[in-house]
């Protein structure tokens, strides 16, 4: 009851980007420690430009460079409201700084030429969580570099260690993002153990799907808020993409994520057909 009540807490008063099933909350880093973009120079911010001329720029979610033009990003994160994309114009991916403030010089702006969102995201359930932008200028800052992808057969092995990066808020209930790039590093659960872990809390309705996986048991550590489509990172591969999960930081809640390696040939392909813009490109 209490997980019901603080999800919906948050989720009333968060900026209405996500999509937020009642029984769910989008993932988002707690408990972790400062990172630098000259070391993790994959990760972006995927911010929402002003909507108003005296309102601000608001980061949204995390994202991750996979080749010079190309980033990837959770599809819930493109989504304002359940069936409304977000149009291309109304977000920029920032790269090349540890920094979300607008201060920062060494900070670069990208602006989306287009994206695909997988056709079989489902924005109930979340199963295909998983979405790829294009950029109209290329990532070829100092600070801006491709993570390699796991081939298809990468092995999650149970509780092997892993690292999320994010700039998702650093306390669970409290508003905002932090202004500087954190990581932490987390644990891999097995999907059967997750699915229980949720199941006994009498969350039902939850399925974690084998485009899914789990992470957590490490106290007080998790992704949070805003870390959303950000990366989770094991051996110098991007392997995850923050996704959802209960509480953040709860004992009982992993953290769930999308399995990248399972898309490998969904991400090829589309990457390697880009001179004739498959249909599905929103642009
Ligand atoms: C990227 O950031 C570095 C400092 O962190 C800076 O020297 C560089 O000028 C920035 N921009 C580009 C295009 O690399």
Known sequence: MRLFLLVMLVGLSEAG?????????????VGGERASIKKSAFVLSLTRLPLHPNSKSEHICGASIIKRYWALTAAHCLFKEVITGISKDEVILHGNSTS???RDRNKIQHKISGYYVHSKFNSRTLNNDIAILGV????????????????????YKEESLAQAFGWGRTIPNRLGVSPSLRKVKLILLESLTCQWMFRVRKIFGVEITSNMFCVGGVFDKDTCQGDSGGPLT??????????????????????????VAVY??????LLDKQGTRSQNYKS
């Open 234 to 259: 094991q051996n110098g591969k991007l392997i995850g993409i923050v996704s959802w999960g209960g509480d953040c930081a709860s004992y009982h809640f992993p953290g769930v994520y999308t399995k």
């Open 264 to 269: 490998d040939r969904w991400i090829n392909q």
């Open 17 to 29: 980007h996500r999509r937020r099933p009642s029984e769910k909350s989008h993932k988002r880093i």
């Open 100 to 102: 979300l403030s607008i």
């Open 136 to 155: 109209k200028d290329p990532f070829d800052g100092l600070f801006e570099k491709p993570i390699p992808m796991p081939p298809y057969t990468y092995v």
